[in-house]
């Protein structure tokens, strides 16, 4: 735990003077004179005294006093909330590679199931697109509430050649941020993402043919990870052939603060496989995935099985749904303190019918 005002945590050095103190008011109080008109009166006041219990309401207001001055300092926690994720992408490699048999029945449909299974375990809150990439990329899913539609996406995946590392992650970003006039010449052929068509009731500022008036706005870099709204989920099995760098690509992402969740699947020794006449070995990149998740703040996985992808996927699915942030718990020892408080002068008023 830590504080955002530490210094105020020099005030619990009065606790141990509030303690001297009620001890100076009890050997007070013994000091104190009394007259009884019978010694068997005496005897019975001290039989029925109140004892230990005449400690506890100062202990637990002693207690309260500790914690309200922690409070003061304003702590901090490592606690667990809801993540504010809208939309997660879901980046997927769609080349010959995927073909491979070492992930059972093979890469790709490992991938798909585990994919739909985990689009399954997401709130319906979040949306989810679909992104392709091989040689080029293509959206094949724009982000949906639709959980069929993401369904049949990925069941319509085609292999081809090529892995475009960078053009995904690249095309991914301008999905999350379809207005932000990011440059897709190198993935796609288009310069930026068609807008979408708007309706026949569009607000002046909109034309018919889904253009706009307004300038892209001007770019302004983030802090990495520091995107709250949206997320990348990369799987590849294999190293990057064709189109931009994947690391270029990544300081975009990590430009505009979106965490990029690598995911490689496949041995990591490779695997030879026959594509269209052609024999070659597949082997994963896993220091470039792991520089793209640390770039972007995300985290890479491993996953050498069907069973590893599947596992993979679910711990995905728990960290984009909850999230721990160090969050301020200043109220948290507020309240605990007011209950203190009530239930010290509760058992006063209960056992002795005042409060002291």
């Known amino acids: 735990m830590s504080f955002l005002w530490p210094s105020l945590l020099w005030l619990l050095l009065l606790l141990p003077l509030l303690v001297a103190l009620y001890a100076w008011l009890l050997t007070r109080r013994k000091k104190t004179p009394l007259r009884y008109s019978s010694l068997s009166l005496i005897k019975q006041a001290a039989a029925n005294g109140p004892g230990w219990r005449r400690h506890v309401p100062p202990l637990l207001m002693l207690i309260a006093i500790a914690t309200m001055l922690v409070a003061t300092a304003r702590p901090l926690a490592v606690i667990k909330l809801p993540s504010q994720q809208e939309t997660i992408i879901l980046a997927m490699d769609v080349s010959g590679s995927m073909r491979a048999a070492d992930v059972q029945p093979n890469r790709l449909v490992a991938a798909q199931e585990a994919a739909k299974a985990f689009v399954a375990e997401l709130p319906r809150s979040v949306r989810v697109g679909i992104v392709s990439f091989a040689g080029t990329a293509a959206v094949v899913q724009p982000p949906t509430h639709n959980r069929a539609d993401v ?59 889904g253009s706009t008036d307004k300038p892209a706005p001007e770019f302004t870099p983030v802090s990495p990870g520091s995107y709250g709204s949206g ?28 965490k990029v ?82 239930l010290s002068a509760g058992l006063s008023v209960a056992w002795f019918g005042r409060v002291a």
């Open 151 to 209: 369904v049949e996406a990925i069941d319509r995946f085609q292999l081809q050649r090529g892995t475009a590392i960078g053009s995904g992650i690249v095309l991914s970003l301008a999905t999350l941020f379809p207005d932000a006039g990011i440059d897709l010449s190198q993935v796609t052929g288009a310069r930026s993402m068609p807008a979408a068509t708007p309706p026949d009731n569009a607000p002046l500022g909109h034309a018919r043919d």
């Open 231 to 258: 997320a990348i989920i990369l799987l590849t099995d294999g190293q990057r052939t064709t189109g931009p760098d994947p690391l270029e690509s990544a300081r975009m992402a990590a430009d505009r603060g979106v």
């Open 261 to 342: 969740y690598s995911v490689g699947i496949g041995t990591r020794d490779g695997e030879s496989i026959s594509f269209e006449g052609w024999t070659m070995r597949v082997k994963l990149d896993e220091d470039t995935l792991k520089s793209i998740s640390t770039m972007t703040m995300g985290e890479y996985f491993y996953a050498g099985t069907a069973a590893d992808l599947k596992k993979v996927y679910q711990s995905l699915s728990t960290r984009l749904v909850v999230e721990r942030k160090e969050t301020e718990v200043s109220g948290l020892f507020a309240g605990a303190a007011a209950l203190l408080v009530l």
